[in-house]
């Protein structure tokens, strides 16, 4: 069984930073892409930015110069940087990670349960 479990969510004022962390563990062979996902309240879950096992990232077009997407490999792991909040920030944060859990088998989508950042103005 895979989990993964994010933390680092809170309350903030519009400018300030928040790092999220998001960490597997389970029955891993091997983890290809990584990412963060978002809701607002009424939206739907949009791509906040996406990692490749290489550390290719891509990020949502809104976000660019704002947040940044890491991970470490060795600790099952991947973060969020995210600086200057806004208010629009606000959402719930889901990790999700691509793994194989043996050599054998295609890779499976795991998501974490989320996490809660709230911008306050």
């Known amino acids: 069984q895979v989990q993964l479990v994010e933390s680092g969510g809170g309350l903030v004022q519009a400018g300030e930073s928040l790092r999220l962390s998001c960490t597997a563990s389970g029955n891993i062979f091997v983890i290809n892409a990584m990412a963060w996902y978002r809701q607002a309240p009424g939206k739907q879950r949009e791509l906040v930015a996406h990692i490749t096992s290489s550390g290719t990232t891509n990020y949502a077009d809104s976000l660019k110069g704002r947040f940044t997407i890491s991970r470490d490999n060795a600790k099952n792991a991947v973060y969020l940087q995210m600086n200057s909040l806004k208010s629009e920030d606000t959402a719930v944060y889901y990790c999700?990670?691509?793994?194989?859990?043996?050599?054998?088998?295609?890779?499976?989508?795991?998501w974490g349960q989320g996490t809660q950042v709230t911008v306050s103005s």
């Open positions: 999700s990670a691509d793994i194989r859990e043996t050599q054998m088998v295609i890779p499976t989508r795991y």
